[in-house]
């Protein structure tokens, strides 16, 4: 059966399935921003204070964003979105999860900012969001949970005026080859069309917290991500590759500088993080 969730020329249905594994992902999301608003690696106190969430990647490759509207797709509980709100832009952030959407809009009332946040499966924004902005930002941990990159591309380049940019920052496919306990080849590198299925035990946020729950994610190719971005009208303009990410995550990480945290496999350090930027035709 397939549930026809959006009008229009393009088929952008979600069939029975997809929505079973968006459940399951949306309830590990729920739980897992309850977790993460108070933890040290979200460090809210620091973030109320005034601390930008963005990292150095981002805030180096970003166009300026002082009076820039900005849509920001799976936001998470909205600080790095909030951190852009700071630094002048007018954003709108989008997520999954209801929980996160909630944390971010009583954030968005704390701080007096006057950010946007609407709840939203990154598949059907256009059944929500009809404005076009002049930068669109998607940042680490987000296309390996959803199925395809074709819906994703023009959903988030359908936001972006003509002439905007496009960036996004995100762990690299190299890394979602491998076990991050015991480093060893377990993932392949190309989607295979079927998710893989985890119980996670705990989050990156906070290994220890109370939490196991099922997960269902996919790889993305390279080839994957430019031929999505390329046919839904963006000329790239530029694409980085990081041998480190800035955030500790597997708890098996070298750390190397501030915000440079490296995952040796065999004492090679593996690539972590890639970034891209383009302009919308
Ligand atoms: C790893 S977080 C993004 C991290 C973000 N850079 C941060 O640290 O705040 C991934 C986010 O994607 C959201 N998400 C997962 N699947 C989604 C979907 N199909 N549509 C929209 N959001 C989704 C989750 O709810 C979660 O908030």
């Given at each position: 059966?397939?549930?026809?969730?959006?009008?229009?020329?393009?088929?952008?249905?979600?069939?029975?399935?997809?929505?079973?594994?968006?459940?399951?992902?949306?309830?590990?999301?729920?739980?897992?921003?309850?977790?993460?608003?108070?933890?040290?690696?979200?460090?809210?106190?620091?973030?109320?204070?005034?601390?930008?969430?963005?990292?150095?990647?981002?805030?180096?490759?970003?166009?300026?964003?002082?009076?820039?509207?900005?849509?920001?797709?799976?936001?998470h509980f909205g600080q790095d979105t909030l951190s852009m709100q700071r630094?002048?832009?007018?954003?709108?952030?989008?997520?999954?999860?209801?929980?996160?959407?909630?944390?971010?809009?009583?954030?968005?009332?704390?701080?007096?900012?006057?950010?946007?946040?609407?709840?939203?499966?990154?598949?059907?924004?256009?059944?929500?969001?009809?404005?076009?902005?002049?930068?669109?930002?998607?940042?680490?941990?987000?296309?390996?949970?959803?199925?395809?990159?074709?819906?994703?591309?023009?959903?988030?380049?359908?936001?972006?005026?003509?002439?905007?940019?496009?960036?996004?920052?995100?762990?690299?496919?190299?890394?979602?080859?491998?076990?991050?306990?015991?480093?060893?080849?377990?993932?392949?590198?190309?989607?295979?069309?079927?998710?893989?299925?985890?119980?996670?035990?705990?989050?990156?946020?906070?290994?220890?917290?109370?939490?196991?729950?099922?997960?269902?994610?996919?790889?993305?190719?390279?080839?994957?991500?430019?031929?999505?971005?390329?046919?839904?009208?963006?000329?790239?303009?530029?694409?980085?590759?990081?041998?480190?990410?800035?955030?500790?995550?597997?708890?098996?990480?070298?750390?190397?500088?501030?915000?440079?945290?490296?995952?040796?496999?065999?004492?090679?350090?593996?690539?972590?993080?890639?970034?891209?930027?383009?302009?919308?035709?």
């Open positions: 059966m397939v549930l026809s969730l959006s009008k229009g020329k393009k088929n952008l249905n979600m069939n029975k399935k997809e929505i079973e594994y968006f459940d399951v992902n949306q309830k590990l999301w729920d739980a897992k921003t309850k977790i993460h608003v108070g933890s040290q690696f979200y460090n809210m106190e620091a973030f109320l204070a005034g601390e930008n969430s963005l990292r150095k990647i981002e805030l180096a490759e970003l166009p300026p964003l002082e009076g820039k509207t900005i849509f920001h797709s799976q936001c630094m002048g832009g007018q954003c709108t952030g989008i997520d999954l999860s209801a929980e996160a959407i909630a944390q971010a809009k009583a954030l968005n009332e704390q701080l007096g900012l006057s950010a946007k946040f609407v709840q939203t499966n990154v598949y059907e924004i256009d059944k929500h969001i009809e404005e076009q902005f002049d930068v669109v930002f998607t940042s680490y941990g987000v296309i390996g949970w959803l199925p395809d990159l074709d819906r994703w591309a023009y959903q988030l380049l359908s936001r972006l005026k003509s002439g905007g940019t496009f960036y996004m920052v995100e762990f690299h496919p190299a890394m979602y080859q491998y076990n991050w306990d015991n480093k060893q080849l377990e993932y392949s590198y190309f989607n295979t069309g079927e998710p893989t299925l985890e119980v996670e035990e705990g989050t990156y946020a906070d290994r220890d917290s109370d939490i196991s729950l099922k997960e269902y994610f996919w790889q993305h190719s390279f080839a994957e991500v430019f031929n999505a971005l390329i046919k839904h009208g963006l000329e790239i303009e530029s694409m980085n590759e990081y041998d480190y990410s800035p955030y500790q995550i597997f708890g098996t990480e070298v750390k190397r500088a501030e915000q440079e945290y490296l995952f040796q496999v065999n004492e090679i350090d593996l690539p972590l993080v890639f970034s891209l930027k383009g302009i919308k035709k």
